[in-house]
């Protein structure tokens, strides 16, 4: 089974970009469609976006369209999510999950890194 470390977050002035990275170890990492999740303080944890195991789709959370973008390289096992346009309610723990596939349909993610915290002052 994969293990997922993220990496990347910090403290940015609204307004400001980010890349945060997300790096496998383990079993064949472009067997893994990953996904970005985030949880604020006081919330449930919500979807960012996603890329599929070749990086030939992605997919965006309505709030982060056009300002995050996805994608990933997986000669290095790692997956980044670019964020540009922060704003304050960006603020939160992002962290990184994997899914597989069982006779081509895709499991739940099921395999979640430690989290990093992003920081979006105003």
């Known amino acids: 089974q994969v293990q997922l470390v993220e990496s990347g977050g910090g403290v940015v002035q609204a307004g400001g970009s980010l890349r945060l990275s997300c790096t496998a170890a383990g079993r064949t990492f472009s067997s893994y469609d990953i996904g970005w999740f985030r949880q604020a303080p006081g919330k449930e944890r919500e979807f960012v976006a996603d890329?599929?195991?070749?990086?030939?789709?992605?997919s965006y959370a309505d709030s982060v369209k056009a300002r995050f973008i996805i994608s990933r390289d997986n000669a290095k096992n790692t997956v980044f999510l670019q964020m540009n346009s922060l704003k304050p309610e960006d603020t939160a723990v992002y962290y990184c999950a994997a899914r597989t596939y069982v006779y081509l349909t895709p499991t739940t993610f099921y395999v979640w890194g430690q989290g990093t915290q992003v920081t979006v002052s105003s």
């Open positions: 890329i599929t195991r070749n990086g030939g789709t992605t």
